[in-house]
């Protein structure tokens, strides 16, 4: 019974995708009077229809068909330079589009234009001005015969997912576009493992509900995937997911970063499949093994790389399956390299191999130090340093950088402790915290239970935030630094500057302090831009009763001229780099 009722929920759902299939559906004009297409377009509108594209230069009419590949073509007949009886005849003997709905929308009356348009192939003729009702009613029968044939052709009946014949014409044309635009596509082939044992087990019908499943469990992870480096077209996104042959599908990314980001949406499909799935009042367990490759390093060939998939995911399946396997040695060596790490880092936090760097922060008038900013530092199994720039963005990458940022805030603030209860001059302690903590529900609790346990006073911590934490959701980013602010501590934006979002906001922002990026800092004597920038902050700054601190002071022009504008402090190698406790201490003390 719940095999039925589950398969009856896929059913209703592939029927509302039908539907919002048909009001994604992408419609093509075609007419010398933009104003007439603009008409149409606002009568479709009213309709639901939201996916326009409107030519009026007859002439780009097929450029823009093969880019934009629509669902139906709206065509007038009679226009200047190439006419749509040209347009229709080419549309008719290209490849790809013979079987293109095309509406023909026309001002004449002539009988003879209308044989013609038909015996060229022209699937319905509409005369203009038209009527919305009418307009409506042979757009939507159209797209729907279109679709009704499309899932027959196109379609696998079950998991209603596109077929080989779909995949092979959408690999086709997303390498053409990525030719064209000189971006990356990647080929994920996967097969589920041991899934024969279901069909013997449980049935066919248990393996039939199984297929289903865990196509909508790989499209959850593609529809939530968009912000790891690929992107989709409105619409598009079921047609990246296919289904090849028994259980063996292939998802294509379009317009990825790099590698690592396809090894991620990898991962999570490899963890969305293994979750339990519940069949006859048992448990059922899948995996899978996935095989990629990449364009362009490793070919440019649609077919070459659909092997070299295959070959990867076969490897997979040889050693026991449940993984994945980039058929690129080098790109293979590198998410090697990279999960290595990973493993290495998860280790560091377990074995306590973290240790505080602190640079500080300089009155730029008295040349005394007022603060120190801590920045983490690993020293690995082998007592070798590892970069911060290694670790910490793979650590933002997998969640780390949370419970790492835990353990800087407690040594932080517990240091900053014993150094005021030591009789150290009471300076300031800055911590950074990432875009990746605003998404924890318990951030304020977790930095006051800190706070409260290290037992420091926090009107010396400062948090230091990104610019490009502000680029979205300003009004909660606003509500969270307000709580922080109610700890009585002292909030301040990192590399101001390099972003576009704060300036009008931040006199809604309760920050005290801005730092101005080093970006900005490395060529300011020189560069007239960089100046310009640095003296915009450093004004705005003093509007608004900001402290300025500018960050990679290296040279004394530099300090001259932030001296000459009144910034408030500098941090750079000029007065010290980043330094253990005990160097800071002797400093501090040579400082008195």
Same mark, same amino acid.
């Given at each position: 019974?719940?095999?039925?009722?589950?398969?009856?929920?896929?059913?209703?759902?592939?029927?509302?995708?039908?539907?919002?299939?048909?009001?994604?559906?992408?419609?093509?004009?075609?007419?010398?009077?933009?104003?007439?297409?603009?008409?149409?377009?606002?009568?479709?509108?009213?309709?639901?229809?939201?996916?326009?594209?409107?030519?009026?230069?007859?002439?780009?009419?097929?450029?823009?068909?093969?880019?934009?590949?629509?669902?139906?073509?709206?065509?007038?007949?009679m226009m200047p330079e190439v006419s749509g009886?040209?347009?229709?005849?080419?549309?008719?003997?290209?490849?790809?589009?013979?079987?293109?709905?095309?509406?023909?929308?026309?001002?004449?009356?002539?009988?003879?234009?209308?044989?013609?348009?038909?015996?060229?192939?022209?699937?319905?003729?509409?005369?203009?001005?038209?009527?919305?009702?009418?307009?409506?009613?042979?757009?939507?029968?159209?797209?729907?015969?279109?679709?009704?044939?499309?899932?027959?052709?196109?379609?696998?009946?079950?998991?209603?997912?596109?077929?080989?014949?779909?995949?092979?014409?959408?690999?086709?044309?997303?390498?053409?576009?990525?030719?064209?635009?000189?971006?990356?596509?990647?080929?994920?082939?996967?097969?589920?493992?041991?899934?024969?044992?279901?069909?013997?087990?449980?049935?066919?019908?248990?393996?039939? =509900?199984?297929?289903?499943?865990? +196509?909508? %469990? &790989?499209?959850?992870? #593609? *529809?939530?995937?968009?912000? @790891?480096?690929?992107?989709?077209?409105?619409?598009?996104?079921?047609?990246?997911?296919?289904?090849?042959?028994?259980?063996?599908?292939?998802?294509?990314?379009?317009?990825?970063?790099?590698? =690592?980001?396809?090894?991620?949406? +990898?991962? %999570? &499909?490899?963890?969305? #499949? *293994?979750?339990?799935?519940? @069949?006859?009042?048992?448990?059922?367990?899948?995996?899978?093994?996935?095989?990629?490759?990449?364009?362009?390093?490793?070919?440019?060939?649609?077919?070459?790389?659909?092997?070299?998939?295959?070959?990867?995911?076969?490897?997979?399946?040889?050693?026991?399956?449940?993984?994945?396997?980039?058929?690129?040695?080098?790109?293979?060596?590198?998410?090697?390299?990279?999960?290595?790490?990973?493993s290495r880092l998860r280790k560091a936090l377990?074995?306590?191999?973290?240790?505080?760097?602190?640079?500080?922060?300089?009155?730029?008038?008295?040349?005394?130090?007022?603060?120190?900013?801590?920045?983490?530092?690993?020293?690995?199994?082998?007592?070798?340093?590892?970069?911060?720039?290694?670790?910490?963005?793979?650590?933002?990458?997998?969640?780390?950088?949370?419970?790492?940022?835990?353990?800087?805030?407690?040594?932080?603030?517990?240091?900053?402790?014993?150094?005021?209860?030591?009789?150290?001059?009471?300076?300031?302690?800055?911590?950074?915290?990432?875009?990746?903590?605003?998404?924890?529900?318990?951030?304020?609790?977790?930095?006051?239970?800190?706070?409260?346990?290290?037992?420091?006073?926090?009107?010396?911590?400062?948090?230091?935030?990104?610019?490009?934490?502000?680029?979205?959701?300003?009004?909660?980013?606003?509500?969270?630094?307000?709580?922080?602010?109610?700890?009585?501590?002292?909030?301040?934006?990192?590399?101001?500057?390099?972003?576009?979002?704060?300036?009008?906001?931040?006199?809604?922002?309760?920050?005290?302090?801005?730092?101005?990026?080093?970006?900005?800092?490395?060529?300011?004597?020189?560069?007239?831009?960089?100046?310009?920038?640095?003296?915009?902050?450093?004004?705005?700054?003093?509007?608004?009763?900001?402290?300025?601190?500018?960050?990679?002071?290296?040279?004394?022009?530099?300090?001259?001229?932030?001296?000459?504008?009144?910034?408030?402090?500098?941090?750079?190698?000029?007065?010290?780099?980043?330094?253990?406790?005990?160097?800071?201490?002797?400093?501090?003390?040579?400082?008195?």
């Amino acid at each position: 019974m719940a095999m039925l009722t589950n398969l009856k929920q896929v059913k209703t759902s592939m029927k509302d995708d039908l539907q919002q299939q048909l009001m994604n559906a992408r419609i093509m004009m075609v007419d010398d009077e933009l104003t007439t297409m603009e008409v149409v377009q606002a009568f479709l509108e009213d309709k639901g229809y939201h996916n326009f594209v409107l030519v009026d230069k007859s002439v780009e009419a097929m450029k823009v068909l093969e880019e934009r590949r629509p669902d139906i073509l709206l065509l007038d007949l009679m226009m200047p330079e190439v006419s749509g009886f040209d347009i229709l005849s080419a549309v008719r003997n290209h490849p790809k589009f013979k079987y293109l709905p095309i509406v023909i929308l026309t001002s004449s009356s002539d009988a003879d234009n209308k044989l013609q348009a038909f015996d060229l192939g022209a699937t319905d003729f509409l005369a203009k001005p038209v009527d919305p009702c009418e307009l409506d009613l042979r757009v939507r029968n159209t797209l729907a015969a279109k679709a009704y044939i499309d899932q027959l052709a196109y379609y696998d009946s079950l998991t209603k997912l596109p077929n080989r014949q779909l995949f092979l014409e959408r690999f086709d044309w997303a390498l053409t576009e990525a030719k064209r635009h000189k971006h990356n596509v990647a080929l994920l082939h996967m097969e589920l493992d041991n899934f024969d044992r279901i069909n013997d087990t449980i049935g066919l019908n248990a393996g039939d =509900e199984v297929l289903c499943l865990i +196509a909508r %469990r &790989i499209e959850g992870i #593609i *529809r939530r995937s968009d912000v @790891l480096g690929f992107s989709m077209e409105e619409g598009d996104d079921l047609i990246n997911l296919f289904r090849l042959d028994g259980n063996v599908y292939s998802l294509l990314l379009d317009q990825i970063k790099s590698a =690592e980001h396809t090894a991620i949406v +990898a991962e %999570r &499909i490899i963890e969305a #499949i *293994r979750e339990p799935i519940q @069949l006859e009042n048992r448990d059922v367990y899948v995996t899978a093994s996935i095989g990629i490759a990449v364009y362009p390093p490793d070919s440019e060939d649609c077919m070459a790389l659909l092997r070299l998939a295959s070959s990867a995911k076969d490897y997979v399946k040889s050693n026991g399956g449940n993984s994945f396997q980039f058929s690129s040695d080098s790109i293979n060596a590198m998410y090697e390299q990279r999960l290595d790490l990973d493993s290495r880092l998860r280790k560091a936090l377990e074995r306590d191999q973290f240790l505080l760097h602190y640079q500080p922060k300089v009155n730029i008038v008295t040349g005394t130090i007022e603060g120190v900013e801590a920045l983490i530092r690993w020293k690995d199994d082998n007592n070798n340093i590892v970069s911060p720039y290694e670790f910490i963005p793979l650590a933002e990458e997998t969640g780390l950088i949370v419970p790492i940022s835990k353990w800087v805030m407690k040594e932080a603030f517990t240091k900053l402790r014993q150094w005021h209860e030591s009789g150290i001059p009471p300076i300031t302690m800055s911590v950074n915290l990432s875009v990746r903590h605003f998404q924890e529900p318990d951030l304020i609790a977790t930095v006051r239970g800190i706070i409260q346990r290290s037992g420091v006073d926090p009107q010396y911590l400062t948090i230091e935030i990104t610019e490009g934490l502000l680029m979205d959701d300003i009004d909660s980013k606003i509500k969270i630094l307000e709580q922080m602010k109610a700890l009585d501590l002292n909030i301040s934006i990192d590399d101001f500057g390099t972003g576009y979002s704060s300036l009008g906001y931040l006199s809604r922002l309760p920050v005290d302090e801005i730092k101005i990026d080093r970006s900005f800092i490395i060529d300011v004597v020189e560069s007239s831009s960089s100046r310009a920038i640095a003296l915009s902050v450093i004004f705005l700054a003093h509007s608004l009763g900001l402290e300025t601190v500018a960050e990679g002071v290296e040279t004394e022009q530099q300090l001259g001229f932030l001296k000459k504008e009144r910034c408030s402090q500098y941090q750079g190698f000029l007065f010290s780099r980043p330094i253990p406790e005990d160097a800071l201490l002797k400093l501090l003390s040579s400082k008195d």
